[in-house]
């Protein structure tokens, strides 16, 4: 807040919002782009011409990326090399969607086609070794997979609750039990500490709009305006105090989670589905 004032007794008063530093990567219709939240350091990721969803590794030196949103394969790359694909066709998977790594960067999450199964939850090492089938165990259509901290609870959304909708779900790895906890989601994410999941509205709570819920299907409520239409994919700042998505204006949007202050960053007129950098 800055008061201005002159020697005739003439006020005024007005706010100054300050982006919080940090860098992204996102999605463009060229591949993927790396920038500071300023707009400045905007770089391509060299070697990469489409991709539909990225990720950064916690160390923050790697991301995993999908090619596309429908027959897509994952690629991991340094950011300065050529990428190389994670998963070989062995595995026997025909599609692989919207990757995640684990917070401990142990495990890349993603969902997949294969095996009967039309899309489930899956994970892998980093260097593509051991792909691993964590749920549900029955199911169609279950994805856009997205794990806690510690691995032992995924996020996802599925049809079991709502066909043709999707709605939002936990799954307790080690005993199989989902929790069902809101009807009509996407793109779920767990803020750092777990104590949040923030997803997409998918239309009938809040029309597109970002919500966060707590993992226990307690406390839902929308961080964004009332009628806001929000494109699917969604970041949380390293402290958990920001969220970042692409808004309506089609630029992307800085949403700060204690107040439900928008900055939207105008300079970002082509990016899409940014990932926070750890």
Request: charged letters at 15%.
């Amino acid at each position: 807040r800055v008061r201005v004032s002159d020697g005739a007794g003439h006020a005024d008063t007005t706010w100054v919002s300050v982006i919080p530093t940090g860098t992204i990567a996102a999605t463009s219709a060229t591949g993927i782009v790396i920038a500071d939240l300023d707009g400045s350091n905007r770089r391509n990721v060299p070697g990469v011409t489409v991709a539909a969803w990225v990720d950064w590794n916690p160390a923050g030196d790697t991301l995993v990326f999908a090619t596309t949103d429908y027959d897509s394969r994952l690629f991991v790359t340094n950011t300065t090399g050529p990428p190389r694909r994670l998963i070989t066709d062995s595995t026997g998977l025909s599609s692989e969607w919207r990757p995640q790594y684990s917070r401990d960067g142990q495990w890349i999450y993603f969902s997949a086609a294969g095996n009967g199964r039309y899309q489930a939850l899956w994970r892998v090492r980093p260097d593509g070794s051991s792909p691993e089938f964590i749920g549900p165990v029955s199911g169609d259509n279950d994805g856009h997979v997205a794990p806690s901290s510690d691995g032992s609870r995924v996020a996802y959304v599925s049809n079991s609750c709502c066909y043709p909708d999707l709605g939002l779900f936990v799954l307790h790895v080690a005993s199989g039990v989902a929790d069902s906890l809101v009807a009509r989601a996407v793109t779920p994410r767990w803020s750092p500490g777990d104590s949040l999941i923030g997803f997409i509205s998918a239309g009938a709570i809040v029309s597109g709009g970002v919500l966060v819920v707590r993992p226990d299907g307690q406390g839902l409520r929308p961080i964004t305006p009332l009628g806001a239409n929000y494109s699917q994919g969604l970041d949380w700042s390293p402290a958990g105090d920001w969220v970042i998505a692409r808004g309506p204006s089609g630029r992307l949007d800085l949403i700060r989670v204690a107040d439900h202050l928008v900055l939207t960053l105008p300079y970002f007129t082509d990016l899409d589905r940014p990932a926070w950098r750890p």
